[in-house]
């Protein structure tokens, strides 16, 4: 299903990612979520396209990609490096792209241990920046940034365009996410400035797709697995908070654009400008099950008011590089659902 949706994206795409044939393409916590798809994706450019590019997926978890995605650790165009992104010193001297996007994304793992989180996205990009700029064919480096570099989104502001710049409390232990990966964007200007490193920063929003945990503490995989179990979904936050959702290939393919094409300097959004609220969300999945599911709400006892919203301006992307999301919501529900499935029945 991933090899079918790769495909898809790139039969009119993979001409715009042409700077990355016959090279050699490091990503820094290669084997998550986007580095499944990254990796999904280069193996759709070289064997339908013979694009020739080699990915070295560096994490700390690297052994078990071996046991999570054996069809991708086994080919001989990705390697795989066990390490530290912290302790990271030398990179081999091929590697002529650079995807950073080592850390991980969940809030249970940022609150428990918000030291080690800052000290990863901090000291880990310091690291690996570091031995970047020895490399003697660095062509550019993709800084996966977050959307929640941002803050609060103001009610009145539809989309969060990349020049926004929020309030964050300091303060507060949940802020360490959101401020160490402010302070990731200072070091990679710092770089940039100081040692001419090229650099481009992608900001992430919000992502559904095959292959993403479902016990993750976001709400659309809780109603997919809701979903998956038979009911009910649970919306256990405010039901009228707006997401934006946009599917893994399109996500994987916008990161290789911005990576392949994005200008030195420059910072795109990633995901979809399209906001939907999360009482819409679980109506939309639980249409799409047979015989249809309950929905259970939260109590709610103050007055009825917008929600908080997490929406993209992605204007940037579209005119910058030509970017546009290609799968609806509705199929891209369809989608996921479909793979959780076949993984439940193959498991």
């Known amino acids: 299903m991933m090899q079918r949706d790769c495909r898809e994206t790139l039969a009119e795409g993979h001409r715009a990612l042409e700077p990355l044939r016959d090279s050699r393409v490091l990503i820094t916590g290669g084997t998550g979520f986007l580095g499944t798809w990254l990796t999904e994706m280069t193996a759709c450019l070289n064997d339908l396209y013979g694009f020739n590019t080699r990915l070295l997926l560096a994490s700390n978890r690297a052994s078990s990609f071996k046991d999570r995605m054996p069809h991708l650790a086994a080919r001989p165009d990705v390697h795989l490096m066990e390490c530290d992104v912290r302790h990271i010193v030398d990179l081999p001297e091929d590697v002529a792209w650079v995807i950073h996007a080592a850390c991980s994304p969940d809030s249970r793992v940022h609150v428990s241990d918000p030291l080690r989180t800052i000290d990863v996205l901090v000291n880990g990009t310091a690291a690996l ?45 949940s802020a360490a996410y959101a401020e160490g990966k402010r302070c990731a964007e200072t070091v990679c200007a710092a770089y940039r400035n100081q040692q001419r490193l090229p650099m481009v920063t992608a900001r992430p929003f919000t992502f559904i797709g095959p292959c993403q945990a479902l016990d993750k503490p976001w709400a659309v995989n809780n109603f997919l697995r809701d979903a998956l179990l038979g009911g009910p979904i649970r919306i256990l936050g405010d039901p009228q908070t707006v997401r934006s959702f946009l599917y893994a290939s399109d996500m994987a393919f916008w990161m290789f654009r911005a990576l392949a094409c994005g200008k030195d300097g420059q910072c795109f959004n990633i995901g979809s400008p399209e906001g939907t609220t999360l009482h819409e969300l679980a109506l939309k999945i639980a249409a799409q099950v047979s015989g249809g599911l309950e929905i259970t709400l939260p109590n709610l006892s103050a007055k009825a008011c917008p929600g908080p919203r997490f929406v993209p301006d992605t204007a940037r992307a579209q005119e910058s590089l030509g970017l546009k999301p290609t799968v609806g919501l509705d199929e891209a529900i369809r989608r996921t659902l479909a793979w959780n499935q076949w993984e439940q029945a193959t498991a």
Do not use: C, K, M
């Open 129 to 173: 920046l570091s031995a970047a700029a020895r490399l003697p064919n660095l062509r550019n480096i993709l800084h996966v940034s977050s959307g929640w570099v941002y803050g609060a989104q103001p009610q009145e502001l539809l989309r969060i365009p990349e020049d926004f710049w929020g309030a964050l409390s300091p303060t507060s232990v």
